[in-house]
């Protein structure tokens, strides 16, 4: 299994939230990214502006190409599309107001541990980032007790 951390708008992870996370779907820059995705995998959902975690979900099926609108839109290209997608299915996902803030969290986390709540911007530039087990571990950990 390999964890994952996708980027986009808050806005975005509602478009999802309401299909039920049925689906992820990747910019045109991560098709060998999203293709390297297996059935087990799990992703969790980094929001820009507001810089939280907002779910975990778990890969079902394969990578797949399809260009249709699924109402998300890219947040620096007006024109860029989501075509890469992959099945799967919600783990963790938190309520409305209980995400969780990175910044709190830094320290905990191997991918963030090095740049300080004041420079997570670069942590997460780009739409697709693996992470550790352990970094996995801690975010659905956190999750889990928002959720509850």
């Not at 992870?13 to 999203?34: C, G, T």
């Not at 890469?84 to 986390?109: C, S």
Request: hydrophobic share 35%; proline share 5%.
């Amino acid at each position: 299994m390999q964890a994952w951390i996708t980027v986009g708008t808050p806005e975005n992870f509602e478009v999802l939230r309401k299909r039920n996370f049925d689906i992820a779907a990747f910019k045109s820059s991560r098709k060998k990214q999203s293709g390297e995705m297996q059935p087990g995998d799990r992703i969790v959902f980094y929001l820009t502006q507001r810089v939280l975690f907002g779910g975990v979900v778990e890969v079902t099926g394969e990578a797949f190409e399809d260009r249709s609108d699924i109402g998300l839109d890219s947040e620096g290209k007006p024109d860029e599309d989501f075509p890469y997608r992959i099945q799967t299915r919600p783990i963790v996902i938190a309520p409305p107001g209980n995400e969780i803030d990175v910044r709190d969290i830094t320290d905990l986390l191997d991918k963030t541990r090095n740049f300080g709540p004041k420079k997570l911007g670069m942590c997460f530039r780009g739409n697709l980032h693996k992470i550790s087990d352990a970094d996995l571990e801690v975010i659905e950990g956190l999750l889990r007790g928002r959720a509850s």
